[in-house]
C-alpha cells in the first residue's frame, strides 16, 4: 500500500495510507501498526537509537491479543552492497529477529543510500509471512 508521512518526533515517524492504516517508525523500524487485520507494538528495553547491535523488548499482538511476548533483534551492517535502479555503495542492515515463546523468528532488510537516507526496507509484520515492503519513492 502507499502511504504518506504524517508526522515526525525525533527518531519516530508515523506512515498513514488513505484508508486509515498507521506505521509508526522508529529509526526505520516499523514498531507499531493499526488499521491492519493484526496490529502490534514493539517496546524494547532501550531506545531504538541506531540499527546496530543487539536489542530486546516486548511485542503485542492484537488479533488475537498475545499479550507482551519477549522478542530479541540483533542488527548487522553489510557495507558496499548495490540494488537495482543504480543505487551503488548501499549499505545494508541485517535484522535477525527472535520471539522464542510463540517459535517465531526471521530477518529483516534496511537499504541506506551513501548519505544514510532509507531507500527500502522489508519487515516482517507478523508470524504469518506476511511483510511489508517499504521504498522511499523521489
Do not use: C, H
Not at 549499505?91 to 520471539?99: A, K, L, N, P, R
Amino acid at each position: 500500500f502507499f502511504a504518506e508521512i504524517k508526522s515526525v518526533s525525533g527518531f519516530q515517524e508515523k506512515w498513514q495510507t488513505s484508508t486509515g492504516k498507521v506505521l509508526t517508525m522508529q529509526n526505520n523500524k516499523i514498531v507499531k501498526t493499526s488499521g491492519l487485520d493484526n496490529d502490534f507494538k514493539i517496546i524494547f528495553y532501550s531506545a531504538l537509537s541506531s540499527l546496530e547491535g543487539n536489542y530486546n523488548g516486548y511485542i503485542r499482538f492484537s488479533n488475537p491479543d498475545s499479550g507482551f511476548l519477549e522478542i530479541k533483534s540483533n542488527f548487522k551492517r553489510i557495507e558496499n552492497f548495490s540494488i537495482k535502479n543504480n543505487y551503488k555503495n548501499v549499505t545494508m542492515i541485517e535484522e535477525t529477529f527472535s520471539v522464542d515463546s510463540i517459535g517465531w523468528s526471521g530477518q529483516n532488510y534496511y537499504w541506506f543510500d551513501k548519505d544514510s537516507k532509507l531507500i527500502k526496507s522489508i519487515q516482517y509484520i507478523n508470524p504469518y509471512n506476511e511483510k511489508i515492503f517499504f521504498e522511499i519513492k523521489k
